[in-house]
C-alpha cells in the first residue's frame, strides 16, 4: 500500500513539461519575435534619416528633416522659419503610426 503511494503517476512529469515548452515557445514566436522585428524596423527607419524627410513626431507634430544632429537628434522644420531639435526615438515613418503608439 505504501508503495503505491510514493509512486509518481505514469507521464505526468514528462507531459507538464513539455505543455511549460510549447507554451514557452508559442508565446515566443506570437509575442516576442514580432516585437523583436518591429524594433530592428524602427531602429533602421531612425539609422537611414536624411535631410528632407517628412516625419511625424510621437506627439503628432508633423515636420520635415533640416538636418541631422550625430547619432540622436534632428532638426525638424515644422513651420517656416520654425525649427525645432527633436530626438530621432521621437519620430515615427509615417502618420499611420500615430494610431498605433495610442493602442
Known sequence: MLQIL????????????????????????FMIRPQMKKQKEEQKFREGLKKGDSVVTIGGIFGKIVEVKGDNSVLLEVS???????????LLKDPSDVGEQQK
Open 6 to 29: 510514493l509512486q509518481e503517476p505514469a507521464g505526468g512529469g514528462m507531459g507538464s513539461l513539455l505543455l511549460l515548452v510549447g507554451i514557452m515557445v508559442i508565446f515566443f514566436i
Open 80 to 90: 517656416k522659419d520654425v525649427v525645432i531639435k527633436i530626438s530621432k526615438s521621437a
